[in-house]
T-cell receptor, first 114, second 113 residues
Framework: EADIYQTPRYLVIGTGKKITLECSQT?????MYWYQQDPGMELHLIHY???????EKGDLSSESTVSRIRTEHFPLTLESARPSHTSQYLCASSVPSGRMDTQYFGPGTRLTVL | GENVEQHPSTLSVQEGDSAVIKCTYSDSASNYFPWYKQELGKGPQLIIDIRSNVGEKKDQRIAVTLNKTAKHFSLHITETQPEDSAVYFCAASGYSSASKIIFGSGTRLSIRP
């Protein structure tokens, strides 16, 4: 069982609020990721990081931002939440297994913006 | 760009029967193919993976097959049980440490009692 945590698990918030979704892992993994998951299941990569002070945008454009100041911590911030941000957000980390990455996912944060 | 297609999107099988989920990938440099299972209210969890130098791998009731020439791979679940009900994702990634993993669109598997 991987040790990767996300808080809060559920969040209901009004439009215009600033929010930060927390993600932390205790495995010392260098790579971390944020995915947005549709109600229709599909996983969309929105941010990733290869290590401290490294952040990259993913395949799906997102108004969120991320930071990676510590190896174990990869928070995601929305400066002004909108109803279109309502979704499930999944954090993951990985370490190469041999030379292939195995990703470990957190339990997710379900965000609802009213 | 790189793409992984997964079929079917939904699958319903009778308990005890087999279930098969199929994926195709576009990047011939892909050489690692993990499968994830996502239960309700949880994040996806790795259940089995296969590397490009292997054609088949089995773990109890779960097996994966890989055809590199045709660029497709499959998940087979035999003797299905109610706890197999979940969303399953296939994925593919390449050789270098900078390669990103590409996920399929998911299959929602339901096991009928």
């Amino acid at each position: 069982e991987a040790d990767i945590y996300q808080t809060p698990r559920y969040l209901v918030i009004g439009t215009g609020k600033k929010i930060t979704l927390e993600c932390s892992q205790t495995m010392g993994h260098d790579k971390m990721y944020w995915y947005q998951q549709d109600p229709g299941m599909e996983l969309h990569l929105i941010h990733y990081s290869y290590g401290v002070n490294s952040t990259e945008k993913g395949d799906l454009s997102s108004e969120s931002t991320v930071s990676r100041i510590r190896t174990e911590h990869f928070p995601l911030t929305l400066e002004s939440a909108r109803p279109s941000h309502t979704s499930q957000y999944l954090c993951a980390s990985s370490v190469p297994s041999g030379r292939m990455d195995t990703q470990y996912f957190g339990p997710g944060t379900r965000l609802t913006v009213l | 760009g790189e793409n992984v297609e997964q079929h079917p999107s939904t699958l319903s099988v009778q308990e005890g029967d087999s279930a098969v989920i199929k994926c195709t990938y576009s990047d011939s440099a892909s050489n690692y193919f993990p499968w994830y299972k996502q239960e309700l209210g949880k994040g996806p969890q790795l259940i089995i993976d296969i590397r490009s130098n292997v054609g088949e791998k089995k773990d109890q009731r779960i097996a994966v097959t890989l055809n590199k020439t045709a660029k497709h791979f499959s998940l087979h679940i035999t003797e299905t049980q109610p706890e197999d009900s979940a969303v399953y994702f296939c994925a593919a990634s390449g050789y270098s440490s900078a390669s990103k993993i590409i996920f399929g669109s998911g299959t929602r598997l339901s096991i009928r009692p």
